[in-house]
């Protein structure tokens, strides 16, 4: 079974950071893509960022120049650094794992709220 565990998340006012974490622990053969997903009250889960198992990085429009992702493989964690924080960023940002084999798995989430 694999689990992902993200953590913080935050009330931060705009223009300030946060960074967020995902470990991932369980059966991990094979990494496909780690990624960050978000979804705002009443939208739709949007991608914001995720990175291949070759570090190829991709990012939501909204966030280029703000939002950095990266991982640690030898520690199973990706990484989330949103600086530049604006109100529309809030939300809640979810960790996502697809793996090789096509199975996806998820976190529950961690509430980002930027205050203007």
């Known amino acids: 079974q694999v689990q992902l565990v993200e953590s913080g998340g935050g009330v931060v006012q705009a223009g300030g950071s946060l960074r967020l974490s995902c470990s991932v622990s369980?059966?991990?053969?094979?990494?496909?893509?780690m990624g960050w997903y978000r979804q705002a009250p009443g939208k739709q889960r949007e991608l914001v960022a995720d990175?291949?198992?070759?570090?190829?990085?991709n990012y939501a429009d909204s966030v280029k120049g703000r939002f950095t992702i990266s991982r640690d493989k030898h520690k199973n964690t990706v990484y989330l650094q949103m600086n530049s924080l604006k109100p529309e960023d809030t939300a809640v940002y979810s960790c996502?794992?697809?793996?090789?084999?096509?199975?996806?798995?998820w976190g529950k989430g961690t509430l980002v709220a930027v205050s203007s």
């Open positions: 996502n794992f697809l793996r090789s084999d096509g199975e996806n798995y």
């Open positions: 369980g059966i991990i053969f094979g990494v496909k893509t």
């Open positions: 990175i291949t198992d070759g570090d190829s990085t």
